[in-house]
């Protein structure tokens, strides 16, 4: 059975991450991986911003960088002939592209759908360049085309795959090379519509690839490889002393991930559940660590936190009305406006007169307060934060929040939910102190023996 190898965009990120990347897929050839790659980093960044520059000259001139990193590490990596078709590819690319943002500025309506076929030759070079970087190490490999693999609906920049489809489909383009002994090599969130046209699956969205493609040829291990020895306890870079941790339930490890842990796009989980397939995240600079382990045992931990997840850039809505009390259809009324105007809420809490809710696509408000306005009152605040505190032994367990918020009795928080599924405990603080909460909680549940130390 193979293994599906995700590669992120910093494991990527030059010649030599690259020449790192084949050493580690050279390690389990025995186990027919197949591969999925990112742009490298940065590059999607760069692809974007020039989607929205107005002037033509002046957003290709601004990639002119991104295509001289792809030459730079093909002049290192391979041979003189392989990389002269390399730079080909690149030419070819970047005229599309020329003409693609030309096609933006003249026709803003149909922006998502001309961005998403930008976008996408990150992926296509990076995976062009890793199976040629590959082949050069002697390892048998080919650049499949994802497109050809995952079939999507039309929601252009978040798109769904249409997994009978996509199943089908990955299974005959790669089943053929697995049997041949070579290791198909696919670019990570981009797929196509039935008809064709290039779709990306949201930002991040290399994981879901992964676990699609693991799903679709029941892999027995799904591999994420990034620049972190795994899930830690919190975010590294607000909590420098967090930890990997060893095992996660797939509940927890989706928890984590919905709630803004950015190692796992948070619709990795869900083909690797119906299949029953391990999700093991790995670290490619320290490729011998181990990581963590994501399946179906939920471990009881002494502790009964497992990790903090938090993320920024929320916006809190909360609706008041009298017309609530003891009326049906209130709140049917209520989710068809977010409905209408398709934006995804994220926590919902409510009371006997009013309900809160959470945002993170705050696009569409000013059209969404108006009709929320026919409801009741509306309070709308930006520049919230949500954090989220994870562990199967939250299950049932009481005193967690009495915990949490003596840890931060100084801050104020709104909007609390204890999952359905029991194992996260949700809320909201202002952004400007979600670093100082992050970190005093950890201090609180993952150092007791440091005490509830203050940043401020
Ligand atoms: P890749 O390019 O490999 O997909 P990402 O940048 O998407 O990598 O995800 C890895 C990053 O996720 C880490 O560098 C880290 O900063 C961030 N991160 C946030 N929360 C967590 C967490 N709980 N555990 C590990 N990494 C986390
Ligand atoms: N390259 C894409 C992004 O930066 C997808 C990914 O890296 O997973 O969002
Ligand atoms: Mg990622």
Redesign the pocket.
Known sequence: MPVVMK?????VADAAAFENVARIVAAQRDRSPVVVV?AM?RVTDSLLAATTENDVDKAIASLEPTFHRHHAVAKELLSESQAEQFVKQISSAADRIAELLGAIAQNPSQRKVLQDEVVSFGETLSSTLLAEVLSQRGIQARQVDARRCVITDEEHTAAAPLMGETFARSQNELHPLLQADVVPVLGGFIGATTRGVTTTLGR?G??YTAALIGAALGTNEIQ?????T????????VVPE?QTIERLSYSEAAE?AYF????L?PKTIQPAIEKHIPVR?CNSRSPAEQGTLVGPQTETSARTVK?I?HKTGVTTVQITSARMLGAYGFLRALFEVFERHRTVIDVVTTSEVSVSLSLDDDSALPAIVKELEQLGTVRVEKGRAIICVVGEGLRGMPGIAARVFSTISDINVTLISQGASSINFTFAIEEERVNEAVTRLHHALFEPHKGTRSTK
């Open positions: 590669f992120g965009g910093t494991s990112s980093s991040g290399s994981d994420i490889w990034t620049d972190v795994g899930v830690l306890t919190a975010d590294p870079r967090a984590l803004g842990a950015k190692v796009h995240i990790a997840a």
